[in-house]
């Protein structure tokens, strides 16, 4: 019986995160987290003669949470991007790419590329917290389309007992 060795789980904070947003590239510094997720959509399908309810797919909604450091470079592009919409109308679609990469893992890098993004729900313009030592803020984007541009490799270091 196979399974994975504990150098080839990967650490959390390794890696990095990009924002390209008209034409420009930002090594997102500052990001605490960022999550996306792809959540498959569903009907109820019944017939006649039995009980059972079955599903089946009928769309996806994209969407990606995260949490940045305030006062980052990433907390300030999106608070440029909320001026931008504020002053002039206009919602900013950026590009995220996420790129997994632990060098002490043998299963490589996977890199993702997110298209089409565009903030949604609250971005703080000011905080101030007399009980944080570190200001941080969650933010949410939703995405329109996504490619994976490197996969991981399988494990090389799989044990057996």
């Known amino acids: 019986m196979s399974y994975l060795m504990a150098q080839d789980t990967l650490n ?10 008209n034409g420009r590239i930002l090594e997102a510094a ?4 960022i999550k ?20 089946k797919a009928n769309g996806v909604t994209q969407t990606g949470t995260g949490n940045v450091y305030f006062g980052s ?50 971005i703080p313009l000011s905080i101030l917290d007399d009980e944080e030592a570190m200001l941080s803020y969650d933010f949410n984007f939703s995405y329109t389309s996504v490619k994976r541009l490197e996969a991981f490799n399988d ?4 044990g057996s007992n």
């Open 73 to 122: 470079n990433g907390s300030n592009l999106f608070t440029d991007m909320v001026l931008n919409y504020i002053e002039n109308g206009v919602q900013d679609m950026f590009d995220i790419t996420i790129t997994n990469q632990d060098p002490t893992s043998s299963v490589g890098a996977q890199v993702m590329g997110y298209y089409g993004c565009v903030l949604t729900g609250d």
């Open 12 to 21: 959390g904070a390794e890696g990095k995160i990009t924002i390209t947003r």
């Open 30 to 33: 500052g990001m605490r987290n």
């Open 36 to 55: 996306t997720i792809a959540g498959i959509q569903t009907s109820d399908m019944k017939t006649i003669g039995t009980r059972k309810v079955q599903k």
């Open 155 to 158: 494990p090389a270091n799989l």
